[in-house]
């Protein structure tokens, strides 16, 4: 709904998106996975519904401004799902990831903590590695895809 402003052709999209997960029944991991997909999917469609209709607008500006709008809502939803699987994670390495993606180098983190740097190094890469065993390889790149850190 917040990508078009017709809740009808919100609707239709959605039902696009389950019935073709219906006609293709893919395989998921989890619920995060599935989530993603159901996410990227529906995004998809909704950016090629727009491309489609194409309106005319007043004004290059407001033009200009929706792929930027597109680009907030999809890292927004990024971040929220992101967000929830760090929170699976142990609290040291949730604090490790939170401080590292608000753009802190290994050392600032580090000492940020209080601890070893090669320590901040070891807990981001068991996190990373968990949330491959977790989630798969295609939500880490997915979501780095859509996270600049």
């Given at each position: 709904m917040k990508l078009l402003s017709s809740r009808p052709d919100s609707e239709d999209i959605v039902q696009d998106v389950f019935l073709n997960i219906w006609r293709v029944k893919p395989v998921f991991k989890n619920e995060i996975a599935f989530k993603s997909y159901l996410y990227?999917?529906?995004?998809?469609?909704?950016?090629?519904?727009l491309r489609k209709k194409r309106p005319v607008y007043e004004s290059?500006?407001?033009?200009?401004?929706i792929p930027n709008?597109?680009?907030?809502?999809?890292?927004?939803?990024?971040?929220?799902i992101l967000d929830k699987a760090i929170a699976t994670l142990s609290p040291q390495a949730q604090e490790v990831l939170n401080l590292s993606m608000k753009g802190l180098s290994v050392k600032e983190v580090a000492n940020e903590l209080s601890i070893l740097v090669n320590t901040v190094k070891t807990i981001k890469l068991r996190a990373y590695r968990i949330l491959r065993e977790n989630y798969g390889d295609s939500f880490v790149l997915i979501m780095l895809s859509y996270i600049s850190f």
């Open positions: 990227l999917s529906t995004r998809n469609r909704c950016i090629d519904f290059i500006e407001i033009a200009q401004e709008e597109i680009d907030y809502l999809i890292k927004e939803e990024a971040f929220r």
